[in-house]
Nanobody
Framework: QVQLQESGPGLVKPSQTVSLTCTVS?????????DWWWIRQPPGKALEWMG????????AYSPSIKRRTSISRDTSKNQFTLELTSVTPEDTAVYYC?????????WGQGTQVTVSS
């Protein structure tokens, strides 16, 4: 059973960098049937796909936030990480990590990130 768990700071100040980690169990990041994504949902808004990393370590990002986003992985820990730079209050959201294996997807429980001074 594939399970994902996000971790990271709940509160960050504007202009800082937020780093979130997703720990995966039940499979490995290098299993080539999966892609690994970060998705967020600001309050009152729709889900937003931010980017992802595949089994070979290749990355893709949403054009709207590509300049501020970096996704990496540590295969020894079976973790992948999202870094979002220069955060503003508009980055306040619940952040989810997702494992995608068409047509299935596996979600973490989500972690709240609030950007406030």
């Amino acid at each position: 059973q594939v399970q994902l768990q996000e971790s990271g700071p709940g509160l960050v100040k504007p202009s800082q960098t937020v780093s979130l980690t997703c720990t995966v169990s039940g499979t490995t990041l290098t299993n080539n049937v999966y892609d690994w994504w970060w998705i967020r949902q600001p309050p009152g808004k729709a889900l937003e796909w931010m980017g992802g990393i595949n089994a070979r370590g290749g990355t893709a990002y949403s054009p709207s936030i590509k300049r501020r986003t970096s996704i990496s992985r540590d295969t020894s820990k079976n973790q992948f990480t999202l870094e979002l730079t220069s955060v503003t209050p508009e980055d306040t959201a619940v952040y989810y990590c997702v494992g995608y294996n068409q047509p299935f997807d596996y979600w973490g429980q989500g972690t709240q990130v609030t950007v406030s001074s």
